[in-house]
């Protein structure tokens, strides 16, 4: 029975690790808004409105950054969110062909830290 319960727990901690990466957000403003259903996800500014810009947006990049980015956005009540390109943040070094613990590692290998950023914008009546 208690092998079966922290099987359940360890399967329950994997399963809530595995969703969307965590988005960290910058506020540029106090205001808040209603939470949104639609997010409109925009490469450029928009000419033909006018809109506030209120948060900036970032998260590791990865195959759903985009969709992390989109529902953050929902969340805080933007209108659109503009992707602006992939900022890089260096690199790690990876151990390959052994482990640090067991001693010198075979070698290493540069893994890059890069992440997506967005600004969330609020269309203007």
């Not at 403003?29 to 500014?45: C, I, K, M, R």
């Not at 602006?84 to 260096?90: A, L, S, Y």
């Not at 590692?105 to 203007?124: D, E, M, T």
Request: hydrophobic content about 40%.
């Amino acid at each position: 029975m208690r092998y079966q319960l922290i099987l359940l727990i360890i399967l329950f901690s994997l399963f809530a690790c595995g969703g969307l990466p965590s988005v960290r957000e910058m506020r540029y403003t106090s205001d808040t808004f209603e939470p949104t259903a639609n997010v409109e996800v925009l490469q450029t500014w928009p000419r033909d409105r006018k809109y506030l810009e209120f948060a900036e947006l970032e998260v590791s990049a990865g195959a759903k950054a985009n969709d992390a980015l989109r529902d953050k956005a929902m969340e805080m009540g933007a209108d659109a969110i503009v992707i602006g390109p992939p900022h890089r943040h260096g690199q790690v070094q990876v151990p390959i062909g052994g482990t640090i613990s067991d001693g010198p590692a075979g070698s290493f290998r540069g893994v890059p830290l890069n992440s997506v950023r967005a600004v969330a914008i609020k269309y203007q009546p």
